[in-house]
């Protein structure tokens, strides 16, 4: 597992698992490209055949989907192509979506391309709908136990 934030929660369930982790801060390096070289090195070097971003919040450049071509899936906390692409990331996805007045939203899972949020799509989750309370029900009814925005947030 690897984090590109030091102090992620995800580390440690890792660590509690037994699984080994690893940071990559994007902070300790001058550009994304400089970052993603150094992620596709420790990628390599642990011999990772499937890359999966969940929560992770920078923009790879082309030399990661050229190392792992087709084994790149992104999780989107929202339904692309609604809210994707620059600047639709973290709670600003949900920001923009209570800004815009949506009735349900969802995360979807896509292959990540050189294009940002632009890959196909793999997986579209079951939309979700925001009541005017600002709590999330799925849209068969059953209520989500986190209020929004943040129930549908990966950490």
Known sequence: MISSTPSAYALERAAKAGIPSCVVARK??????????ALVDKLKEARIDLVVLAGFMVILTGEMVQAYPNAILNVHPALIPSFA????????????ALEYGVKLTGATVHFVSEECDGGPRFCPTTPR??????????????????RCPCSARIA
Do not use: D, F, I
């Not at 300790?28 to 070289?37: D, F, K």
């Not at 029900?137 to 989500?144: E, H, L, N, T, W």
């Open 129 to 146: 709908r925001c009541s005017s309370a600002g709590s999330w029900s799925s849209a068969s009814g059953s209520s989500c136990p986190r």
């Open 28 to 37: 300790e390096y001058p550009s994304n490209q400089a970052m993603t070289v």
């Open 85 to 96: 692409g620059p600047g639709c990331y973290g709670l600003h996805v949900h920001e923009k």
